[in-house]
């Protein structure tokens, strides 16, 4: 039977749990912190010694962790990027702009568990050798800045920040900092010029790496809120121990924002992996199927920028059967919710953030709304996306409006085509095109359908109008 | 038209630029500040933001201009903000705009924030809100609502004495 595997909301919905200090306290927290701060330095073999942020560094290498916000690279890795011989400050910044349509995972740690973040925050800090960070959290979430700015507070009170923290010689200020209503501040290099008090206009990579030259042109980590929670319970479990949980290469938990037509959507923590698209969707422990009478449709798996998947879609996909690689034929609903599997089906698990949409959707409109948010949020830095993201919208607002073309389908794929790949400065490029690419490629028909129909429809309208506007011209020479 | 900070706000403000090693990081938050307070943000706060910063007025009109949730002009007392986007639509979202919007006397079909004439109510659609998993979500002023049906939207207008 698939269940949840509660780690990070271990407690957050335990009754009685509060967001305030004595709680956390109470149920072991900032032991972790404790931990960290005091580990002795590891002597090697060859007669190296590590010291401690390198061992959580490793730790987290080890662990396999990989980020929670939607690339899925390994967080490890990421701070092995950090230009540590700079001699500049590094900077670490908790992405809490959680944006994406269809998660909403970050708001449940910040509201009911915002020192969890801090603990894992200040960890993080601890292991990259940074003394300044800051919390970057959405406009949109005025309750949870006030909830995190409460705990900085208390934390600063027990001396979990500030100078010389718990007397280990180390110090660390963080502070919250808000944005105001642009998606595309999740993007972290434009969540960083955001940070700097400009337009949040991503920076072009290379030269502009975070870890290179991020926040004030320092070397800068920016994190996921969900990322940071992890690396906490990195450092109390062990790196092995962790790495236990999930599947291999796809360690971990992870929650699931589920929404749409389901009977229980919510949010839910799964060993990665662990538990398929299927039982997410239809297991009672999850979505508990669809509303009585429904069939499933489509389901965007990672957040709304994610390639669509149709039902009854079939996947081929290399597997290791008793060690051997083997293709086999896997169901949408039977692959495992991981990074790697929803890569190998050609879609991503993004924020992991699934949307299900039963047989009463009408995909048209399903695809016009997407459009209409990637063209509302566009920064408008790079024409092929400015453009192409509002044209996009534009076609499938009149396909949506009675004005549709026969011809729409083929047209919202070739703008789509021409945004991606190396065309723009960030990835949103490829976030507004992967969901026209997707639902046009998959539901082609419908999008056709609708448009010859109002081809039809308006060549009648022209019909019956062609007298009437001739005697009108008629009319009017006269005068 | 004067533009003048209260003491109060001032210092809050100035405690805000400690914040930052560099103070025009500052920017966004500051306006935060001033929106609070004013309801929007003027040209004249624009200046006032700029100079408190060390910067040109442009560089804070910038940010005004781009960043959705900064207002130009004053909006209603209660400020309703609906969710517009994919699972908020699939659960109702529009329907409860329009709601919002008959009950108000306002145009459901017109573009951006609509006011009621006497500036008590102001009626909007934002993008996702992140509250996908209880749809329809929306906001009034600060406050968020889950599962929002049409007599809970009442009871919220009823509720903005």
Known sequence: MPSECRLILKHADEPGYTPDIECYARHGGYEVLKKALTLPPKNLSDGKTINPPEQIRDDVKLSGLRGRGGAGFSCGLKWSFVDRKSGKPIYLICNADESEPGTFKDRQIIHKDPHQLLEGMIISCFANDVHLAYIYIRGEFPEGARILNRALQEARAKHFLGKNILDSGFDLEIHVHRGAGAYICGEETGLIESLEGKRPYPRIKPPYFPAILGLYMCPTIVNNVETLCAVKHIVAMGASEYARLGTPNNTGTRIVSLSGHVKRPGYYEIEVGRVTIGELINDPAFGGGLRDGRTLKAVIPGGSSAKVFKAGEKFRLKRKVEGKDVEQEVGMLDLPYDFDSLIAAGSMSGSSAIIVMDDSTDIVEALANIAEFYAHESCGQCTPCREGSLWMSKALHRLTHGEGRKSDADYLVKIADNIPGGRTICAFGEACSWPVQSFVAKFREEFVVKGAADEERRAKENKTAEPIAKAELAVSSRH | ?161
């Open chain 2, 1 to 161: 038209m004067s533009f003048t900070v209260p003491a109060q706000l001032e210092a809050e403000i100035d405690k805000l630029i400690t914040h930052y090693p560099v103070k025009r990081s500052a920017s966004l938050m500051v306006l935060h500040s001033i929106q609070e307070n004013f309801g929007w943000i003027s040209q004249e706060a624009v200046e006032w933001t700029a100079a408190k910063l060390g910067l040109q007025p442009i560089n804070i009109y910038e940010l005004v201009t781009f960043y959705p949730m900064f207002r130009q002009e004053p909006a209603g007392k209660y400020q309703i903000k609906v969710c517009r986007t994919l699972s908020c639509a699939l659960g109702g979202s529009h329907q409860l705009h329009k709601h919002f919007c008959g009950k108000l006397g306002l145009d459901a079909h017109a573009h951006g924030l609509q006011t009621t004439g006497d500036g008590k109510f102001s009626v909007e659609f934002v993008e996702c809100l992140a509250g996908c998993g209880s749809a329809p979500v929306m906001m009034c002023n600060d406050d968020f609502y889950e599962g929002v049906s049409h007599s809970k939207a009442d009871e919220i207008v009823r509720s903005c004495a």
